[in-house]
T-cell receptor, first 114, second 110 residues
Framework: NAGVTQTPKFRVLKTGQSMTLLCAQDMNHEYMYWYRQDPGMGLRLIHYSVGEGTTAKGEVPDGYNVSRLKKQNFLLGLESAAPSQTSVYFC?????????????FGPGTRLTVT | GEDVEQSLFLSVREGDSSVINCTYTDSSSTYLYWYKQEPGAGLQLLTYIFSNMDMKQDQRLTVLLNKKDKHLSLRIADTQTGDSAIYFCAESRNDYKLSFGAGTTVTVRA
C-alpha cells in the first residue's frame, strides 16, 4: 500500500515550457486535491476532484489545468510555465465517507521555473 | 489560507512544552486539525478535534478549542528534537476541502 505517490520529485523548467505532474493513490479515495506550498503562505488549493471525470477550481487555479480520467490518478498540467509557478506542489486524497476529512499527502514535487 | 492564521515561528528548548496557536474564522467548521510536515516530506495528520469538544489529549499532545474566540492551540509536552517540523492548523467545512494556515516552524534547541 503505497498511499499517495507523485512524479517527478524535482523538475526545472524554462519559462514557456509545459509539463504534467502525476499523482496516484491506491486507497480507492474519491476526492483528490492539488496544492502549492510557498514560504509564509501555507498550502493553497489549486484544483480538486470529487470523483472520476470531475474537476473543480480551487483558490489559485490560473495557469493550471487538471484531469481525472481514472479514479486513482489526478494530473496537474502547466501549459506555459512562468517563474511565479516556482513552488512545491502537493497532491492529497481523502475518502468520501464520514465527516472527518483526513487528507493523505504525497511527498511533493519541487518545481523551479527559470 | 487567509481564513486560518497562525504565527510563523516558534523556538523551544528540548524538554520544555511547546504551544502553537491558531485562529480560524468559520464557525461552521466540523473538525479542526493539526498537520505536521517534516523536512522534505508531505503533511501528515497529527491530531484533530471535533467542534463540539473543548479539549483532546493524545499522549504528549493536547489540543484546546475555544469556539467563542475561534482559537485553537496545540501543546506538545516534553518537546524532543524529532518534534522540529512545520505545524499546520486547518479547518474543514462540509465540502471536503480544508483551509490551512501558513504553518508554524518549530525549532527545538538543545
Amino acid at each position: 500500500n503505497a498511499g499517495v505517490t507523485q512524479t517527478p520529485k524535482f523538475r526545472v523548467l524554462k519559462t514557456g515550457q509545459s509539463m504534467t505532474l502525476l499523482c496516484a493513490q491506491d486507497m480507492n479515495h474519491e476526492y483528490m486535491y492539488w496544492y502549492r506550498q510557498d514560504p509564509g503562505m501555507g498550502l493553497r488549493l489549486i484544483h480538486y476532484s470529487v470523483g472520476e471525470g470531475t474537476t473543480a477550481k480551487g483558490e489559485v487555479p490560473d495557469g493550471y489545468n487538471v484531469s481525472r480520467l481514472k479514479k486513482q490518478n489526478f494530473l496537474l498540467g502547466l501549459e506555459s510555465a512562468a517563474p511565479s509557478q516556482t513552488s512545491v506542489y502537493f497532491c492529497a486524497s481523502t475518502a468520501s465517507s464520514g465527516s472527518l476529512y483526513e487528507q493523505y499527502f504525497g511527498p511533493g514535487t519541487r518545481l523551479t521555473v527559470t | 489560507g487567509e481564513d486560518v492564521e497562525q504565527s510563523l515561528f516558534l523556538s523551544v528548548r528540548e524538554g520544555d512544552s511547546s504551544v502553537i496557536n491558531c485562529t480560524y474564522t468559520d464557525s461552521s467548521s466540523t473538525y479542526l486539525y493539526w498537520y505536521k510536515q517534516e523536512p522534505g516530506a508531505g503533511l501528515q495528520l497529527l491530531t484533530y478535534i471535533f467542534s463540539n469538544m473543548d479539549m483532546k489529549q493524545d499522549q504528549r499532545l493536547t489540543v484546546l478549542l475555544n469556539k467563542k474566540d475561534k482559537h485553537l492551540s496545540l501543546r506538545i509536552a516534553d518537546t524532543q528534537t524529532g518534534d522540529s517540523a512545520i505545524y499546520f492548523c486547518a479547518e474543514s467545512r462540509n465540502d471536503y476541502k480544508l483551509s490551512f494556515g501558513a504553518g508554524t516552524t518549530v525549532t527545538v534547541r538543545a
